[in-house]
């Protein structure tokens, strides 16, 4: 298993430094808060940052709200293309935070000969190309969010020495998140009564984040506990084939969909578990949320998701596509109390330990002062 870790620990001499950070998604997922969380936290530091993005975007919109300053980027890869040179000109460093955008840099970095690097945050392999093979080649470095994305990228041929890891974090939620009237009112919201157990899940409707096999195990669990509702919260591609498969399976009214709701990770606390059934995922910054808000986790072994449930440590773990074992994970945590409170304490402890948003910035503050040293 190839492993190299970004050391932590402030440097000298970063306050001149002025970082572009390129994500030109139109829509709002996990990479886009993580390029908000790190590019909000420099500024913080005293460090420029400015996020180059989709004007009409929610990532444009999140930045401005949050003090972060925004410089507008066409959504087509030929305008965004033409845009880059001049802009990057402006900078001391561009840090892509999409396989788009690292396309983009590479492709255009004659134009503005400034360092490149990009972080990865999906599991699937990269097609087998020479573009690819140069892309990866171009950047000054490669950061991955877990280790299960190194271990691919360098199976794959990145050179070890381009890569390092570092892990997404998260901001522990306002107390006023975490109270009893907060989650009594997005059950109110829900339609979800006081003795109602409630499983939820924050995801994208796409084919990696396997909701199928959810509603699998929801409809075995509701089988052995009628007290129980789950919720979906999240659109994508595959929402009418889900809905169709909810109706197959008369879960219509066990099973809430009410579509991508914004902050959703402020909901977390209302629910008595979270689950997530992903078959491939990067890392799953969801689930450390679900951490910080104190709610169990039941979770599937896809991709990353290992490095941060560790079976009976801080979640429960199973087989990817194991319905019958993710319904039986879920039981367990609605139904053994010590177990659970042990579980959501444990994690809750690790991801403020760990995984802080303030561990983040520093390790990003180190990486760049050292690209810039070369």
């Not at 492993?3 to 030109?24: T, W």
Request: glycine letters at 10%; proline letters at 5%; aromatic letters at 6%.
């Amino acid at each position: 298993m190839w492993k190299k870790e970004e050391p932590s620990g402030l440097v000298g001499g970063l306050v001149a430094m002025n970082i572009l950070h390129l994500n030109n998604e139109k829509s709002w997922r996990g990479g886009e808060r993580q390029t908000l969380l790190l590019a909000a936290g420099l500024r913080a530091r005293g460090i420029g940052s400015v996020i180059a993005c989709r004007s009409d975007g929610p990532l444009a919109r999140k930045a401005l709200e949050a003090g972060v300053p925004v410089r507008a980027i066409p959504g087509n890869n030929l305008g965004a293309g033409l845009a880059l040179p001049r802009l990057a000109r402006e900078f001391d460093l561009i840090h892509c935070h999409t396989g788009r955008g690292h396309s983009l840099a590479a492709l255009t970095a004659p134009g503005y000969r400034k360092p490149f690097l990009a972080t990865r945050r999906v599991d699937f392999l990269p097609r087998r190309g020479w573009f690819n093979r140069y892309k990866f080649q171009r950047a000054a470095q490669v950061v991955c969010i877990s280790q299960f994305i190194a271990n691919q990228l360098a199976a794959w041929g990145v050179a070890p020495e381009r890569m390092c890891v570092i892990r997404s974090a998260v901001p522990m939620p306002a107390p006023g998140l975490l109270t009893p009237v907060h989650r009594a009112a997005v059950r109110t919201r829900l339609g979800i009564g006081p003795g109602t157990k409630l499983v939820g899940n924050i995801a994208a409707l796409v084919g990696h984040k396997d909701q199928a096999t959810l509603l699998r195990a929801a409809k075995g669990l509701i089988a052995r506990r009628r007290d129980v509702r789950f919720v979906i919260l999240g659109d994508g591609e595959l929402r009418g084939a889900l809905l169709a498969q909810r109706r197959e399976l008369e879960l219509e009214e066990a099973v809430l969909m009410p579509g991508f709701i914004p902050q959703a990770e402020q909901w977390l606390a209302a629910f008595d578990v979270f689950v997530i059934s992903s078959c491939m995922e990067g890392l799953g910054s969801i689930v450390l949320d679900a951490f910080a808000a104190g709610v169990p986790v039941a979770a599937t072994a896809g991709g990353g998701l290992p490095e941060l449930v560790r079976d009976g440590e801080t979640g429960l773990l199973v087989p990817v596509g194991d319905h019958a074992g993710l319904a039986e994970a879920m039981l367990r945590l609605l139904e053994e109390a010590e177990l659970a409170e042990r579980l959501r304490t444990a994690a809750r402890d690790w991801v403020q330990r760990e995984r802080s948003v303030e561990a983040m910035v520093q390790a990003y503050l180190q990486l760049y002062a050292r690209l810039l040293s070369r």
